[in-house]
């Protein structure tokens, strides 16, 4: 089955500065690939996804890159702020007849 | 609105005592779904379904069961709480051609 690893598993940056998490897929035939932002106390959120056919996906400060080739995916988010401290997962799919297979998990901190 | 609904969303209760986690959803989905995670982990997925009458087991061995009598409602029960069951319970549901999950708010579990 398909196996996600996910690194760091804590993240600190300073605000206004990037962060990156990076997860690697182990089944080359995934072909989706979602992001979820899980707030403390709060329920999981899709924020941004990639499908295999797109290299890179924006929605303003926030990106998301795919290598299929060496079968791994990036979360960008530029000029954080406070308000993006969470934890944020990524997973993988071979497809809607497959399920979703998640990391374990970053845990991103923006320091004021 | 169009949401997942969970209840309870606390629960604290004995061992030994059984207990169902409701999880009913307004979206109009087909697929739904069981995760146990621990607060700010990895999601492990326990029970899943494509719709009434089909649930299956996740990658996560659990001594829940569910049923899917019904399209918009999947709960889950647990015949005999024990301390290891104490967990966050998250439902989530997709369309039946796409695999984007939408979560609902979780329960958290104790049991004593």
């Known amino acids: 089955g398909e196996n996600v690893e996910q690194h760091p598993s804590t993240l600190s940056v300073q605000e206004g500065d990037s962060a990156v998490i990076k997860c690697t897929y182990s089944?080359?035939?995934?072909?989706?690939f979602p992001w979820y932002k899980q707030e403390l106390g709060k329920r999981p959120q899709l924020i941004i996804d990639i499908r295999s056919n797109v290299g890179e996906k924006k929605d303003q400060r926030i990106a998301v890159t795919l290598n299929k080739t060496a079968k791994h995916f990036s979360l960008h988010i530029t000029e954080t702020q406070p308000e993006d401290s969470a934890v944020y997962f990524c997973?993988?799919?071979?497809?809607?007849?497959?399920?979703?297979?998640f990391g374990s998990g970053t845990q991103l901190t923006v320091l004021p | 609105e169009a949401d997942i609904y969970q209840t309870p969303r606390y629960l604290v209760i004995g061992t030994g005592k059984k207990i169902t986690l409701e999880c009913s959803q307004t979206m109009g989905h087909d697929k739904m779904y069981w995760y146990q995670q621990d607060p700010g982990m990895e999601l492990h997925l326990i029970h899943y379904s494509y719709g009434v009458n089909s649930t299956e087991k996740g990658d996560l061995s659990s001594e829940s069961t569910v049923s899917r009598i019904r399209t918009e409602h999947f709960p889950l029960t647990l015949e005999s709480a024990r301390p290891s069951h104490t967990s966050q319970y998250l439902c989530?549901?997709?369309?039946?051609?796409?695999?984007?999950?939408?979560f609902g708010p979780g329960t958290r579990l104790l049991v004593l």
């Open positions: 989530a549901s997709s369309e039946p051609s796409l695999e984007t999950q939408y």
């Open positions: 089944d080359s035939a995934s072909n989706y």
């Open positions: 997973a993988a799919s071979r497809g809607s007849a497959r399920q979703l297979t």
